[in-house]
């Protein structure tokens, strides 16, 4: 039972916070999951929940869920953040589940926010009590947990993926709260827009927090008319909400460059400045991406569109000389170019091929013909004997062998059909080179 001042102080709480749903059924989104049916929900109402792992953006529904499962067990429920816990705090929880496990049967949930803080010796700490169904570890996190958290955790823990809300949940939120009369604006007359909340909750870009935190801003500081009602048009939405902010953690660094990559890779321009676009607003080094457009034309144009590269090293050359936000026009120029150019992967097969046999070994002598004969007296050694000189010859090549002894006869550069490599192609076979 709430007191006077639980209560008072539950009146200040920030609207998103008092707007937390407090069961399942009027929990929002993720249906994935917890909808009817899936085992999440009936491991939550069969009080049955065993290690997990929650991982989703800000304002999905992680700590809404905990809360709930905090709300709906007959166990023990005990939070920690771990920013600000350690291995003594997690001694502590523990022994006290231990204590209840021994003298009342009890179990004990552990919700741990921001999971992937803890470093590896707090990790451990807690590995036996999970093992030993001391606690039911329920970690919350923002960044994957393959990537930012140890595999010993990873490994004991069911993991949950939780996406961001549609549009169409945020409203669903956000109108809750215009008509809830104990926790939100019920008591008092507020119309909001649609064009307002359309606003709002498309910027949110599913986060209900940050939604829910637009809407009270808005509420609170807008004067009543005439009429007493707070109007919420779509002027005041537009200064009560900030423009999207990308919180690019390195796991999603990682995903937005495979996309980029993969667009490169795909030619599709559109989708790859898009995703350019991103990065650098997320704020990602300009560098970074510059020499991924440099890679690229390389790894997947290559000799079918040999300007491609001189696009890109100018590029990067522009991002040293002018800087942004002036050579963002030069490194889109370059990643249409690597975009629309014909797609050749036998530089990077040539590579790999060439690498995997010299990894290999045994080298022998360089071919006597090959030999350097830079320095006097060479002759006596034989250097360069029966070295045909290329451009004595018409065409100014010459069959000759070249190839290291050890591997003659391997093929490593294959040129393809496309673009100019047709030409190399065709060349090749000119000169008795078969390349099928």
Known sequence: MQDLFSMNEAKLSPLADRMRPRTLDEFIGQAHIVGRGRLLRRAIEADRMTSSIFYGPPGCGKTTLASIIANTTHSAFVQLNAVTSGVADVRKVIKEAEDRRKLYGQAT??????????????????LPAIERGVVRFIGSTTENPLISMTPAIVSRCRIFQFYPLEEKDVLLAMNRALEDKERGFGEQNVILDEDAARHIARIANGDVRSALGALELAVLTTDPGEDGAIHITLPVAEE????????????LYYDMLSAFCKSLRGSDSDAALAWFARLLYAGVDPRLIVRRIIAHASEDVGLANPTAMLQAVAAAQALETVGLPEARLSMAQAIIAVCESPKSNSVVTALGRCVADAEKGGFGPVPVHLRDTHYAGHERLGSGAEYKYPHDYPGHWVAQEYMPPEVRGHKYYVPSDQGQELKLRERRRGRGIIDE
């Open 240 to 251: 009560s909400i900030q423009k999207p902010v990308i919180r690019c953690d390195e796991s």
């Open 109 to 126: 949930y552990l919700l741990l926010d921001e999971c992937h803080r803890w470093n590896k010796s707090q990790s451990d700490s807690i």
